[in-house]
């Protein structure tokens, strides 16, 4: 069986026209080696590079197709948004009443939308999003996420996109593109100061050209990691018909399940099917002497769900390098440690 590190020795043999390598120029993401079967992305500093690279592409694919011990190899190029973004300032301005004449506000091409939310804040919702989209992307899917959180829109740092999103020929928003996934946030339109202030109105006609004015293409799934609580957002997103299923994130602890029982209740009294409940920040295993404990509480997510005879979905220990991937806008879903299966299982089950 042919390992990452060959298969990286092999990539790094590969040479770019500037002399440079995929590896050197630290072009290769998401590398996985499952049972012989290879998958990787190419990250292109732009897409104008990105479209010049599918000679190299295709080569790097051949490359590793030819190793002993691999069955299959595939790769996907995509650009980082970043440079993208500074080649190409959107004239489209976000903010402003919904206008009530647009009524199908959904994607076009989006097959499934997923809203990831909780009742109360900061128990992980915005990293249970991007892990999930990121997870889902690596299962072969095509995924977008749309960063509802408009009080605290954290997709940004969390996937290491800067800069305003380009726009299309057609003045539509083009979404930035990370780690395999197509991105959009109100963080990157406006200052983060200017939404806090937003109430209903603005809210909803943000949403509305969040969906309907960015170019998502075409997708499998677009996850919306959506504010806490059961505020606006969800109304608008429920009742325009947009969401074929709502995950719901709560920690264990009494406070934050109460809390994920209210946006349950608006979610099935919007008619919006709850896939399922992942409990985040489970349990704390130290890394010194594997004590595991539970900070949160124990087992009051599983019960819920038992309750409502959705499924649990997972439990997502307390993970040091959670956090810092997060903050380092290199969602851990993306690496190979046990927190990347979990997000890869949690995937599956969805699937
Ligand atoms: N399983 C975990 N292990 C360690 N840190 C975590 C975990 N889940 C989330 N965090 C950290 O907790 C903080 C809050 O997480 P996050 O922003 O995802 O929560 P949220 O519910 O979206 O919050 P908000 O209500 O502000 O939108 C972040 O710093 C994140 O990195």
């Given amino acids: ?98 206008d009530p004449k647009r009524k199908d506000i959904r994607p076009k091409g989006v097959a499934r939308v997923i809203a990831v939310g909780s009742g109360k804040g900061g128990v992980g919702k915005s990293t249970v999003s991007v892990n999930l989209a990121v997870a889902l992307a690596r299962a072969g899917q095509r995924v977008g996420i749309l960063d509802a959180d408009f009080y605290g829109p954290s997709q940004p740092r969390m996937l290491g996109v800067t800069g305003r999103p380009g726009q299309s020929p057609d003045g539509r928003i083009m979404p930035p593109q990370a780690h395999g996934l197509k991105m959009m946030s109100l963080g990157l339109m406006v200052d983060e100061k200017q939404a806090v202030v937003w109430r209903g109105p603005m809210l909803m006609g943000a949403v509305q050209q ?68 992942v409990e985040n920040m489970s349990l704390y295993i130290c890394p010194q002497c594997g004590h595991e404990a539970h900070l949160f509480g124990h087992g009051g997510v599983g019960l819920e769900a038992e309750r409502l005879g959705a499924p649990l979905l997972a439990q997502i220990p307390i993970d040091l390098e959670t956090r810092l991937g997060g903050d380092a806008g290199t969602p851990i879903a993306a690496g190979e440690t046990a927190a990347a299966q979990i997000y890869a299982d949690l995937a599956q089950k969805l699937l």
């Fill in 1 to 98: 069986m042919a390992t990452k590190e060959q298969v990286l020795a092999e990539l790094a043999r590969l040479e770019l026209p500037d002399g440079r390598s995929l590896v050197s120029a630290d072009m290769v993401r998401a590398l996985t080696v499952e049972g012989g079967a290879v998958r990787f992305v190419i990250e292109a500093p732009s897409p104008e590079a990105a479209a010049k690279m599918e000679p190299i592409r295709a080569a790097a694919v051949d490359m590793v197709q030819a190793l002993s011990g691999v069955s299959s190899a595939s790769a996907v190029l995509t650009a980082h948004g970043a440079q993208a973004a500074a080649k190409a300032p959107p004239k489209l301005s976000i903010g402003g009443h919904p």
């Fill in 210 to 277: 969040m969906l309907a004015d960015v170019d998502w293409g075409e997708l499998d799934v677009l996850i919306i990691d959506l504010p806490p609580g059961t505020g606006d957002v969800q109304l608008t997103l429920g009742q325009q018909k947009v969401l074929d299923g709502a995950v719901i994130v709560s920690t264990p602890q009494d406070v934050a399940l109460i809390d994920a029982r209210k946006a349950i209740d608006m979610f099935e009294k919007l008619k919006v099917p709850v896939m399922g409940l």
